[in-house]
């Protein structure tokens, strides 16, 4: 029997560079890396939301604020759109970017919207819930080595 520095030595000492070629993503499996790929951008590449609902600046629910004006609708590709007092939301979809107003998504289900009013009907909210971080996927730059590096 061999040790693990033996085995490793004899890998390496056979290994042979067969070059590189640009394949079709499709036709890539069974091949090897010939090198590092790098995130060109954050995946996701912003803040995204995972349920439809509400979004609310948590702080606003901090201050028992229950009951928020519906300033606007966004829908996943629409152009974010900020709150500007305590008392408001948007009404706000799956996949759509998070305005940088807001940090928390409250589902349907636990809302009812009435008169233009969204009205929050549980107590235990956390802070970023049904949100997608911007990069939680892959940072900019984050690297995946080839095998051996």
Avoid: W
């Avoid at 995946?43 to 009951?67: C, H, Q, W």
């Avoid at 305005?99 to 969204?118: F, H, L, N």
């Amino acid at each position: 029997m061999i040790t693990v520095q033996q085995a490793e030595q004899l890998i390496f000492e056979n290994t042979r560079d067969y070059g590189a070629e640009i394949v079709l993503f499709d036709e890539a499996l069974g091949r090897v890396l010939a090198e590092n790929i790098k995130a060109d951008r954050d995946l996701p590449a912003f803040n995204r939301v995972t349920m439809d609902g509400i979004a609310i600046n948590y702080r606003s629910f901090e201050k028992r604020i229950t009951t928020f004006n519906i300033k606007a609708t966004q829908a996943a590709g629409d152009q974010p759109s900020d709150i500007d007092k305590s008392d408001e939301c948007i009404e706000i979809m799956t996949g759509a970017a998070l305005p940088d107003s807001v940090d928390t998504v409250i589902r349907y289900e636990d809302i009812e919207i009435k008169d233009g009013k969204a009205t929050i009907l549980i107590n235990n909210l956390k802070k970023g819930q049904n949100l997608h971080l911007k990069g939680n996927d892959k940072n900019k730059a984050t690297c995946c080595s080839p095998p051996g590096n």
